[in-house]
Structures are given as C-alpha cells and as structure tokens.
C-alpha cells in the first residue's frame, strides 16, 4: 500500500466512503485533482466545497472542473480553509460532511511563498472534525520539504494525539523516502 502515491491512497481511502449525494470538502483546491476526484463521488445530486487562497488556483480548477462536466456541483471559495464556518452553511456545521480533504504546502507551479499556515489549518482542522459524519473521513496530505512544512506537520499530528479517543488516526509516509517526504493523515470518525 505504501508504494503506491498518497495522494492515490488517500483517493482510494474515501472513495468506498463517498456515495452520490453526498456533501465534501476540498479544503485546499490547489490544481483540482482533488475537487474533480470528489465531484465525480458525489455526482450532480451531491455538493462539494472548495476553498483556496489563490485566484490562480481556483481559475486552475474550475477549467479541470469544466473539461470533466463536473462543475455544477462544486461552489469554489477564493478564501483561505479557516473560513468554512463562515462560507459553508450551518445545516452541515455538525456531523453532515462525508469527507474532507486538505494539501499541506503550497500551489504545485505557483509561489512559494504562499502556503498553508499551522493556525489557519488547526482552525480548519477544528471545523472538519466537527462537521465529519460518522463514517467519514478527512485526509490530510503534509508535504514537508518546505520551509515550515515539516513543524506543521508535527505540530498538527500532536494536536491530534490529543483527539485519539474519538478517531481512528493513522499515518503513513512513502517507504524509503530520504530528506523531508510528504506524509498522509487518515482520520475516520468511527
């Protein structure tokens, strides 16, 4: 399993859990291989939500969202993942979202510079934990080769230690990965 992609583990983690009609988040759009993932799970009955700090990402996405015929059932948000209490209506605050997904990091091909941050993301994480149905899932993808990446990823994974009572949480990172490798999050509410 390790030696596959994460973000094709973690694709294939929510996939048995997604059915049409469900609602999900995409909480860091990026390109939108995952909004497009997650569109096509949930089909025209369904929702999803996206959120990303960088026009140039959504504008990426809704494209990939359009040439797929999977756009009718997404509502792109230019604004950072902290603001899901704000932007996705309260009838789905608790217990109402099947799954949810986050990239750590910053925009493959975009600026550097601009990349998630650990209290905006523990912000979002608290939302996400919330709102998860039961039997859902969050996956969360830290890439750890930048600057910072690697103290979010520890700092978010002891603030979830905290939280292992009520969730099933593992990890897994690439095998025989060298340097500072992306790591993926599993967390099921059980």
């Not at 059915?19 to 999900?24: A, R």
């Not at 149905?133 to 990446?149: E, F, P, W």
Request: charged share 20%; net charge negative.
């Amino acid at each position: 399993m390790q030696d596959k992609p994460l973000t094709q583990i973690a694709h294939e983690t929510l996939a048995p859990l997604i059915s049409p009609g469900d609602t999900v988040i995409d909480a860091t759009v990026g390109n939108g291989h995952d909004t497009l993932f997650l569109a096509q799970k949930v089909g025209l009955q369904g929702k999803v939500y996206g959120f990303d700090i960088q026009q140039e990402a959504l504008d990426i996405c809704y494209q990939r969202l359009s040439d797929n015929n999977a756009d009718k059932q997404v509502s792109l948000f230019h604004a950072g993942h902290e603001t899901m209490p704000m932007l996705i209506p309260v009838d789905y605050h608790i217990e109402k979202i099947q799954a949810i997904m986050f990239n750590l990091g910053y925009l493959p091909g975009g600026d550097k510079h601009r990349r998630t941050q650990l209290s905006t993301t523990l912000s979002a994480l608290h939302f996400a934990l919330q709102s998860l149905s039961i039997d859902g899932a969050i996956t969360l993808l830290a890439y750890t080769g930048h600057s910072g990446g690697k103290e979010e990823c520890n700092a978010i994974k002891d603030w979830l230690s905290t939280f292992n009572d009520a969730y099933d949480i593992s990890h897994i990172k690439p095998q025989g990965a060298t340097n500072s490798p992306p790591e993926l999050i599993i967390i099921k509410k059980t």
